[in-house]
T-cell receptor, first 113, second 112 residues
Framework: NAGVTQTPKFQVLKTGQSMTLQCAQD?????MSWYRQDPGMGLRLIHY???????DQGEVPNGYNVSRSTTEDFPLRLLSAAPSQTSVYFC????????????FGPGTRLLVL | KQEVTQIPAALSVPEGENLVLNCSFT??????LQWFRQDPGKGLTSLLL?????REQTSGRLNASLDKSSGRSTLYIAASQPGDSATYLC???????????FGTGTRLQVFP
């Protein structure tokens, strides 16, 4: 199993540009989520999904959009990038919510100029 | 609001020492608590998960305890090694929500 994969590893954007961060898992996990990690603030939940076709907002959803058309994929879209979105983004997945270990991807480092 | 605090923020110790990392949380209504390890530039790796009904979990040289009533967890690392150098994060699943709340981590350096 490849586990949780994320692409790209690093991206530079200009303010106002849009892009999609890709996340895929091959473990047949129902639950997937996106976090951002900023210095001194820990990881914060952006959006999550409890299964294909079902998504919901986390702690910091503004400026981001998600969809879940398949069990395997959970892309994160930045609609109009802002410098405040400079961060490291992690995707995670698990069999279920609340009782199972979460598996994290390697992260995408995003710089918005 | 659930808040998770980790003390100390950084720790540097010689190889062989036994270590205790601390995690505290303000709301005892949790499903479980997890400890993660994060190497520089990498993702998170789950180390131990303690369900709310459990008191501790062990894996090799690692032992994590949970005192839900006092809002505390400790991660004990026995006979530390340079390979243990990493940032250690604790996180709690807040009951009644879909949120995993993270602490800001303890950065550990073990020198030979």
């Amino acid at each position: 199993n490849a586990g949780v994969t994320q692409t790209p590893k690093f991206q530079v954007l200009k303010t106002g540009q849009s892009m999609t961060l890709q996340c895929a898992q091959d473990m047949n996990h129902e639950y997937m989520s996106w976090y951002r990690q900023d210095p001194g603030m820990g990881l914060r939940l952006i959006h999550y999904s409890v299964g294909a076709g079902i998504t919901d907002q986390g702690e910091v959803p503004n400026g981001y959009n998600v969809s879940r058309s398949t069990t395997e994929d959970f892309p994160l879209r930045l609609l109009s990038a802002a410098p405040s979105q400079t961060s490291v983004y992690f995707c995670a997945s698990s069999y279920s919510w609340g009782v199972e270990t979460q598996y994290f991807g390697p992260g995408t480092r995003l710089l918005v100029l | 609001k659930q808040e998770v605090t980790q003390i100390p923020a950084a720790l540097s110790v010689p190889e062989g020492e036994n270590l205790v990392l601390n995690c505290s949380f303000t709301d005892s209504a949790i499903y479980n608590l997890q400890w993660f390890r994060q190497d520089p530039g990498k993702g998170l790796t789950s180390l131990l998960l303690i369900q709310s009904s459990q008191r501790e979990q062990t894996s090799g040289r690692l032992n994590a305890s949970l005192d839900k009533s006092s809002g505390r967890s400790t991660l004990y690392i026995a006979a530390s090694q340079p390979g243990d150098s990493a940032t250690y994060l604790c996180a709690v699943y807040k009951a009644g929500t879909d949120k995993l709340i993270f602490g800001t981590g303890t950065r550990l350096q073990v020198f030979p």
